[in-house]
């Protein structure tokens, strides 16, 4: 088998780069496609750990304004007690 012509090498040269080029762009194009993926599953993931964060801050509230409220239960009932031993 005879070598390529210089010709024929520069043409074999150009086809590969040729397509090279479009697998590079389709290598971006993936990639971009990728990311965008990967960034909309991040804001949806922050948007979800933003609603559980709201959630448990008002669950803690409640709980102290119930705490709150048995310890006032707990005072008056104190109080009872002790004006009933006097």
Not at 62 to 71: A, D, H, T
């Given at each position: 088998?005879?070598?390529?012509?210089?010709?024929?090498?520069?043409?074999?040269?150009?086809?590969?780069?040729?397509?090279?080029?479009?697998?590079?762009?389709?290598?971006?194009?993936?990639?971009?496609?990728?990311?965008?993926?990967?960034?909309?599953?991040?804001?949806?993931?922050?948007?979800?750990?933003?609603?559980v964060y709201e959630s448990?801050?008002l669950f803690h509230e409640?709980?102290?304004?119930?705490?709150?409220?048995?310890?006032g239960d707990l005072a008056?009932?104190?109080?009872?007690?002790?004006?009933?031993?006097?």
């Open positions: 088998m005879a070598a390529p012509s210089p010709r024929e090498s520069l043409e074999l040269l150009r086809a590969r780069y040729d397509e090279l080029v479009k697998e590079s762009a389709d290598l971006k194009r993936r990639a971009e496609a990728s990311l965008a993926s990967v960034t909309a599953a991040l804001v949806e993931e922050q948007e979800m750990v933003g609603r448990l801050r409640e709980n102290l304004r119930l705490l709150r409220g048995i310890e008056a009932l104190a109080e009872q007690s002790a004006a009933r031993e006097s």
